[in-house]
């Protein structure tokens, strides 16, 4: 029984710490992957290129090495040698023989006019075995090889050496005709030459085949002796002086160093030395990011999904360009990096989008050649990136914004360029073409953008555009069941985006939330008084706290209204909080009226508080439009004390206190909604008489 309650206390802490365990766990298993996908030897600290200047101190040699040939002449190298190996064929001797004894048969049947062969026949008899001997003495191959003239041959049998010669020295088949024609050209009768050149062509057999395997066994012998290095360097020996250009010598033998350095055989100890240093350095990295989330972004942290989804979009970069770099690293700018904070400012903000953005690019300048160039070109590019996107759903403010990464990109690539050079001759324009591919790949955020609102339930301001079109079905359904209601929300939905503007709150947020924000309203529209247009109440045959209970359930019907269609999170957070913990005053005090101890719980709102900038916005700017309609004969004064007196009741109450609101921008809000009623009322400045 005591090990069943054990059990049943450690599940609950866990339940209840079941968020903290998946970010330590989330946490961990990113670092051991990004830690993965990094190079696990010594990184060589230095950077250099081909024809720039050493930007470093001077550089002594730290150990003895060899220097190393540059891929290029050892391509050469392999290239003379396969130029110059000997082929090898194997000689059949019999064949020759057997060549002469049809040779003697052959020569007979032909020439058989006369029993006793003359003089002119045993002369031509002779010529043909000359010719024989010759034929096989040099050797007839059996195909004809695409080897050049001068390529060496070496004839073997039975595994040895015959004889040694050039390739064009071996009579090929498709060449025999014309040495026959010439070996026989003395002879002038032309039947009898026609004759001896038949007779050729039907005993010539060949008898030499090239032996693949010992001509290949042969190369690669000769192959592998081929030196990979040329000369050496001695420990404490000066390589390089800081500012001088690294020409093709200097690049050999810093590129010998770094090879060396990075490829000599680490132990186990070594290994486990840069594992561990890796890890602290990616971990550290990581919990830079986590600690920011929990003390300036306390909502994002405790949210697993979005905690998950802004490490996804980091770990995300880091793969692409690990890919690009084990690929080809001159390729590096293709990676549309300025996605990372564009994103997260379409999601989140811009602060956290920034800070991500240059952690990721710290993680990265762990691998990528030119670390320091890398990663000023990428911070630049990223606080470009935050500044001039205001409003990504907005398709020609996209555009735009990636035209002035891209520049930022070229301008500060070429000052580095010839800072380095001090000229500008030998600029690389290629690197300008990828700068514009990287623009172009960022273009792909907005469908990024969607993919993701799909895959995290996350709403950016793409989302909150198509929400507010008035035209969805929702907004048309309120406007058909609830006119008053639609008409009193696009006037909260247009205070409310004003006063968004003024203190640089989310604007379009805000406006998305005022215009659902009475959604619920649909369940019992004749209850309240924007759509009662008979001039009958139905709560006159209601007990107070019935009516009541009517007017605080409109918010949890919009709660389930707006599930049942999807609305996003963020925006059925402002049907939550509209009203606060506040109570249904007008109900409350008619039934105080006839009972005294009357509980004021009874006619409260469930809450929660707003615990935003615009959540507040919304409360206030409804409480101010709602109660608005009650003015008689309005001026500014009477404007002005009324909004002060709907604002500071609200304040009195502590509606506002979960929400990061200053005073400063309360003030900033009640004038703008002064200014806005003022113009809804049409009132004219009091001249004096």
């Avoid at 042969?218 to 002796?225: C, G, K, N, P």
Wanted: net charge neutral; aromatic share 12%.
């Amino acid at each position: 029984m005591l090990h069943l309650v054990d059990m049943k206390e450690f599940l609950n802490k866990w339940y209840k710490n079941h968020a903290l365990i998946y970010k330590i766990l989330l946490f961990l298993v990113t670092t051991l992957f990004i830690v993965y996908l990094f190079p696990k030897t010594g990184k060589f600290r230095y950077s250099f290129e081909k024809g720039k200047p050493w930007q470093s101190e001077n550089l002594y040699a730290p150990f003895n090495f060899a220097i190393k040939k540059s891929q290029t002449e050892v391509d050469s190298e392999r290239l003379e040698i396969e130029e110059n190996a000997s082929v090898y064929f194997d000689k059949n001797s019999e064949i020759k023989d057997q060549v002469h004894s049809e040779y003697e048969s052959k020569f007979n049947q032909t020439f058989q006019d006369t029993l006793v062969l003359n003089s002119r026949d045993i002369a031509l008899y002779k010529s043909g075995k000359v010719l024989i001997n010759y034929l096989y003495d040099k050797g007839i191959l059996d195909s004809d090889y695409s080897y050049p003239s001068n390529k060496p041959a070496i004839l073997t049998s039975s595994n040895t050496v015959v004889k040694q010669l050039e390739y064009s020295d071996l009579v090929k088949m498709s060449g025999l005709r014309q040495r026959l024609d010439k070996h026989f050209s003395n002879l002038t009768s032309l039947e009898r030459r026609n004759k001896m050149i038949s007779l050729f062509f039907d005993i010539i057999k060949p008898d030499i085949s090239l032996n693949k395997s010992l001509t290949l066994n042969a190369l690669e012998e000769e192959m592998a002796q081929i030196s990979l290095t040329r000369g050496s360097i001695d420990q404490d020996q000066l390589i390089i002086s800081k500012g001088q250009i690294v020409e093709d010598e200097e690049y050999n033998i810093l590129n010998s160093l770094k090879s060396e350095y990075e490829s000599q055989a680490w132990n186990t100890t070594n290994y486990n030395w840069v594992l561990v240093a890796y890890t602290l350095l990616v971990a550290l990295t990581l919990l830079m990011l986590l600690l920011f989330l929990r003390k300036y972004r306390a909502t994002v942290f405790r949210n697993n999904t979005k905690v998950t989804f802004i490490i996804f979009n980091v770990v995300l970069m880091v793969v692409l360009s690990t890919l690009i770099i084990n690929y080809n690293s001159q390729y590096i700018y293709v990676v549309p990096i300025c996605i990372l904070p564009l994103i997260l400012k379409a999601f989140f903000d811009a602060r956290l989008g920034l800070f991500a953005h240059v952690l990721t690019v710290l993680l990265l300048g762990f691998i990528v050649p030119n670390s320091y160039e890398y990663m000023f070109l990428q911070i630049i590019a990223g606080i470009v990136t935050i500044l001039t996107v205001s409003e990504l759903y907005k398709r020609a403010n996209l555009f735009i914004s990636v035209g002035q990464i891209t520049l930022i990109y070229i301008i500060a690539y070429f000052a580095f360029f010839v800072i380095q050079e001090g000229q500008v001759t030998s600029l690389k324009w290629e690197t300008f073409g990828l700068f514009i591919l990287c623009g172009l790949a960022t273009l792909f955020v907005q469908p990024l953008i969607y993919i993701y609102e799909k895959i995290f339930g996350l709403v950016s301001d793409v989302s909150l555009l198509e929400l507010s079109d008035t035209n969805t079905k929702l907004l048309k359904e309120l406007s058909n069941k609830a006119p008053g209601t639609f008409h009193h929300s696009l006037n909260v939905a247009n205070l409310a985006e004003a006063s968004a503007n003024e203190i640089g709150a989310n604007a379009m947020l805000v406006r998305v939330g005022a215009l659902y924000h009475d959604i619920g309203k649909m369940t019992n529209p004749t209850y309240f008084t924007e759509n009662q247009s008979t001039g009958i109440n139905p709560h006159g045959e209601l007990s107070n706290r019935e009516s009541a209970k009517i007017i605080i359930d409109h918010v949890l019907n919009g709660i389930e209204i707006a599930k049942k269609n999807n609305l996003p999170d963020r925006v059925i957070d402002f049907i939550r909080t509209h009203h606060g913990t506040s109570t249904v005053y007008y109900f409350y005090m008619k039934e105080k009226a006839n009972d005294e101890e009357t509980n004021t719980e009874d006619f409260e709102y469930p809450g929660p508080k707003p615990f935003s900038k615009e959540t507040v916005i919304l409360m206030m700017c409804d409480g101010v439009e709602a109660a608005s309609k009650s003015l008689k004969e309005p001026t500014t004064t009477k404007i002005n004390e009324f909004v002060e007196n709907i604002i500071n009741k609200q304040m009195e109450s502590g509606q506002f206190l979960n929400a990061n609101i200053t005073f400063k921008e309360i003030q900033a809000i009640k004038k703008v909604l002064k200014h806005k009623l003022a113009n809804i009322y049409h009132l004219r400045i009091e001249y004096p008489e």
